[in-house]
């Protein structure tokens, strides 16, 4: 089965520091999503991008957070600097429209000390 | 987006058949409704989507009635593998956005 491709699974950085999280969608999908997931606010959409183009990024805390798709076969979302309370766990979605489902990945779990 | 209502948690056994209604009393003409299934430390998993009537797979059953304000995710002889967050999801089939609401635990005892 084809499946999206999330690196690194786990990361434990220190506050302040840059983390940047990687996905790689399904060959051919156009649709690409970020969300965070926690336990108390659940799943939080960040961003999207159709095409490579960003659609909706209002998700996201703007001033920290950067989500870009450098070319088709590439996602990234960038937190700098981190704080502990970006601690989550940070999916990657990608599909060609909800009629077909979207396909995650298995997820990035940051953890900010 | 139409807003869904669905149980907090369910309980159930081995063999049994697990329904999970989700109510959307202001579903629009052209939504869709969707479920995803999420285990524990994975991303959610498309499972099931309808407009009207009845969709089945090889997961799961999906019923919907005529005035399609609510639906009914059908599990038939859950494992314990099953157990699982189940969300519910109304929108517009050309709206890309998706927004998942709090779901369904699903627990599955022996």
């Known amino acids: 089965d084809a499946r999206v491709t999330q690196t690194p699974r786990h990361k434990v950085t220190e506050m302040g520091q840059e983390v940047t999280m990687r996905c790689q969608p399904i060959?051919?999908?156009?649709?690409v999503f970020w969300y965070r997931q926690t336990m108390m606010q659940g799943l939080e959409l960040l961003a999207y991008f159709r095409n490579r183009a960003p659609l909706d990024d209002s998700g996201m805390p703007k001033d920290r957070f950067s989500a870009e798709m450098p070319d088709a076969t590439l996602a990234t979302l960038k937190i700098q600097p981190s704080e502990p309370r970006d601690s989550a766990v940070y999916f990657c979605?990608?599909?060609?429209?909800?009629?077909?489902?979207?396909?995650f990945g298995s997820g990035t779990r940051l953890t900010v000390v | 987006l139409a807003k869904t209502t669905q149980p907090i948690s369910m309980d159930s056994y081995e063999g049994q058949e697990v329904n999970i209604t989700c109510s959307h009393n202001n579903i629009a003409t052209n939504d869709y409704i969707t479920w995803y299934q999420q285990f524990p430390s994975q991303g959610p998993r498309f499972i099931i989507q309808g407009y009207k009537t009845k969709v089945t797979n090889e997961v799961a059953s999906l019923f919907i009635p005529a005035d399609r304000k609510s639906s009914t995710l059908s599990l038939p002889r859950v494992s314990l593998s099953d157990t699982a967050v189940y969300y519910c999801?109304?929108?517009?089939?050309?709206?890309?956005?998706?927004?998942f609401g709090a779901g369904t635990t699903v627990t599955v005892r022996a």
């Open positions: 999801l109304v929108g517009v089939i050309n709206d890309y956005k998706l927004s």
């Open positions: 060959l051919g999908h156009n649709t």
């Open positions: 979605a990608s599909g060609l429209g909800q009629l077909y489902g979207y396909t």
